[in-house]
């Protein structure tokens, strides 16, 4: 009984020294982590927000940079005019300004047209204004002035842009015209001062290169007093940085950042030298507004990481607390030890089982946007995949069949079709909830817009039974410049579904109308899509354009789609300034009614539309010779026997490189076209196509070279445009669409047709 009674003093004292170890390990970890905290992970998070600060303000200044330029155009426009005047006295020189102010519509702008004389003297189209304040920025006689100043008898900032005239004009009166430019109300560049990114919580300041404020784009002044640089030094820096180091990096590179406390609120702010310009730019914004959702991450790791410590240290002491209670209990009462030590366990086994759970749910937590995205799609993904494979047992059992087997590839290419469009759709949201779409403008007709939409649409409505009508009315600008494609796109999501909801026999109307507008270089367009089809019901009309939303109804489940056409329109539409608004009722139809403002384009003939609509591609390809490229062994046999069908010969070429060789040892025309895959090994399609443009051969520049490709964006097609390719095609590779684009490209087919038959690029 003793020596089991010593036997638990010293494993009581062996906890009692390994609580104190785990305590003193506890309290190291706690202040290795504060101090990483402060040192490492602070530094990471500071460099962060900088890193994004720099990639928004580089856009802005970017866009300054761009007004500027085009100020000086306007600047060295009206020198050359003006020069070429017939100016000889200050009333010429009143009447001149004054003409030029109607004619370009500056007074719009709040633009003033100066002249400067060489006695400092300014002048405007109401005459002489007075003496010139800030005479020191015509010392040396600059070829070109750029300042702030506020010298136009009010204290409002303007811009100053200023070019000494190459021939003076000498008035009657004795003096001589030296400088001519323009200035304008500073309040007319605020729009280049705000930042989205920043919710437009930032203010920027116009400063002289001593500081002095010159304009403020904010109405609330959050640098007190006059000069900026004295308000700048008094700042608490923080992160081991200084106004003198920002003023030392901004005299080196022209742009400086730093952080620092003012007034018990800390700020970044950007420091920009701009180039050719007698003025400098602030821009400062409140911590809390820059890389916001970097903070709230590094505190929810932070806190979840207290939180695990906090329980896991609990679990320890409390399962070391636990089992000094048990050999207490075992010194006292030896014969209840195996029970104590059940209990014991029991209770560790709970409290594990209670943490795993725990631990589950957060993981749970953390992956629910992606299994909800999964939930949204696997039935649309799975139903044409199960047909696919449901329908390659069916041609293996029937392969004798030939009836039966083409009939069963009719209905894999209807439902790898089907897949190739949720995929797509897919992209298409991704795209635009990243902000990357391009748009490429063009000019085009609204009336060839109109019948292609028709040509696309009837062989779909005939199937069904149903008659479609397209009316136009008003149309007073028939020529337009916007982004053919997107539009195209559009209207193809609008009438697709207008098809799929319309019962046999339905009607589907599409009206086009040209409304009344103001403007002279954008025309105001009415498009509507109507059918008398399911419709739909009110809840549903306020959720349509939400992504992953279908309607649910016994009438609507049997159609395919994946609830992202309707977003990825409405998305589109705003990015094109543009707006849509739906009117249905349930079993009575829908109306879909977009207004949109196109560019006025000059009007043109599309003869190459002309052509390529009478055309037809059946024997497009017989006996021409294709050099390819693709470094896919399946995808280049498949390739191969495809253009065999259609009576055309072609050589394979596994990468970039060895097409490059073979097309400089073939001799002038063994080769009629060449296919480029573009994501090869060795060398890639794009490489490859600037290396045969720049080579000897006597075909280098003439060979039609055809990109072919998954990469089925916008800048990934204009980028092959580029690098010298005539067209752009997306895998998988359709015949029909081939054979469209060889001919638009023997028959001088423009790239908005070769665009418009690729149909799923985007």
Request: aromatic share 10%; net charge negative; proline share 1%.
């Amino acid at each position: 009984m003793r020596f089991s009674q010593n036997n638990m003093l010293e494993k009581t004292k062996k906890y009692k020294k390994i609580i104190v170890v785990c305590i003193v390990a506890i309290l190291f970890m706690v202040i290795s982590f504060i101090f990483i905290y402060q040192t490492y992970i602070q530094k990471i998070i500071y460099e962060e927000r900088l890193n994004q600060m720099d990639e928004v303000t580089h856009q802005m200044f970017l866009n300054l940079e761009d007004v500027m330029e085009t100020k000086w155009d306007y600047v060295k426009v009206q020198c050359n005019i003006i020069e070429a005047a017939d100016i000889r006295t200050t009333e010429d020189l009143s009447l001149h300004m004054k003409r030029i102010t109607d004619l370009y519509e500056f007074a719009d702008s709040k633009i003033t047209l100066l002249a400067v004389d060489d006695s400092g003297k300014y002048y405007t189209e109401e005459g002489n204004q007075g003496m010139v304040r800030d005479t020191y920025h015509f010392e040396h006689s600059p070829k070109k002035i750029n300042y702030v100043s506020n010298f136009m008898t009010t204290n409002e900032s303007r811009m100053v842009f200023l070019k000494k005239l190459e021939h003076p004009i000498r008035l009657q009166s004795g003096q001589t015209i030296n400088y001519y430019g323009l200035y304008q109300d500073m309040h007319e560049l605020n729009e280049y001062f705000g930042c989205d990114a920043y919710e437009n919580n930032n203010s920027v300041y116009i400063l002289d290169d001593n500081g002095f404020k010159l304009f403020n784009s904010n109405k609330v002044e959050l640098i007190k007093g006059h000069n900026v640089f004295t308000v700048l030094k008094k700042m608490q820096y923080l992160h081991d940085s200084s106004f003198d180091k920002a003023e030392k990096e901004l005299k080196e590179k022209g742009v400086s950042y730093s952080n620092a406390i003012l007034d018990g609120t800390e700020y970044f702010y950007v420091l920009k030298k701009m180039d050719h310009a007698a003025w400098n730019l602030i821009f400062l914004v409140p911590a809390k507004y820059v890389a916001t959702n970097t903070i709230r991450l590094v505190k929810l790791i932070i806190w979840f990481i207290i939180l695990f410590a906090v329980v896991a240290a609990g679990c320890m002491i409390k399962g070391i607390v636990t089992v000094l209670r048990k050999s207490q209990s075992e010194a006292i009462e030896i014969e209840r030890e195996n029970n104590t030590r059940l209990e014991t366990i029991n209770t560790e086994l709970t409290q594990a089982k209670r943490a795993a759970e725990q631990a589950f749910e957060v993981a749970n937590n953390a992956s629910q946007s992606k299994s909800d995205f999964l939930a949204s799609m696997s039935h649309d993904i799975r139903t044409p995949m199960n047909a696919i494979m449901g329908i390659t047992s069916l041609i293996r059992h029937d392969a004798g069949n030939k009836d039966k087997v083409i009939e069963y590839v009719d209905k894999i290419d209807v439902s790898a079709q089907h897949l190739l469009g949720i995929i797509n759709d897919v992209l298409d949201m991704s795209k635009i909830e990243a902000g990357k779409t391009v748009f490429s403008y063009s000019d085009f007709s609204i009336l060839e817009f109109m019948q292609e939409i028709q040509t696309m649409f009837c062989p779909q409505t005939e199937e069904k039974h149903q008659s479609l009508v397209i009316h136009h009315e008003n149309i007073v600008h028939e020529w337009v410049n916007s982004d053919y494609v997107h539009l195209m796109q559009i209207f193809s999501n609008l009438l697709s579904n207008a098809v799929k909801y319309t019962q046999k026999g339905g009607k589907i109307q599409f009206l086009v109308e040209e409304c009344e507008t103001k403007s002279s270089a954008y025309a105001k367009y009415h498009f509507a899509v109507i059918d008398n089809g399911v419709g739909m019901s009110e809840d549903f009309k306020d959720k349509i354009f939400d992504t992953f939303t279908r309607e649910e109804s016994s009438l609507t489940n049997k159609i395919q789609g994946t609830g992202l056409g309707m977003a990825i329109t409405k998305n589109l539409i705003e990015a094109m300034g543009g707006t849509i608004d739906v009117d249905s009722e349930l079993g009575l139809g829908s109306c879909f009614e977009v207004f949109m403002d196109l560019k006025i384009a000059e009007e043109s003939v599309s003869s190459a539309l002309q052509v390529e609509e009478s055309e037809t591609y059946d024997d497009i390809m017989k006996g021409m010779r294709f050099l390819c490229a693709e470094d896919n062994e399946l995808n280049a046999e498949i390739l191969t026997e495809l253009l065999k069908i259609k009576g055309a010969e072609c050589t394979v070429c596994e990468n970039g490189e060895r097409i490059l060789e073979t097309f400089e040892r073939s001799a002038s025309g063994d080769y009629d076209m060449i296919l480029m895959d573009v994501q090869m090994p060795v060398m890639n399609g794009y490489e490859a196509t600037k290396a045969i443009r720049k080579s000897s051969h006597e075909q280098a520049k003439t060979i039609p070279i055809i990109a072919m490709t998954a990469n089925a964006f916008s800048d990934d097609i204009h980028h092959s445009l580029t690098v010298g390719m005539n067209a752009h095609i997306s895998k998988p590779v359709e015949m029909k669409v081939l054979e469209k684009t060889i001919s638009s490209i023997k028959f001088g087919g423009g790239l908005k047709r070769r665009l418009l038959n690729n149909k799923d690029e985007i």
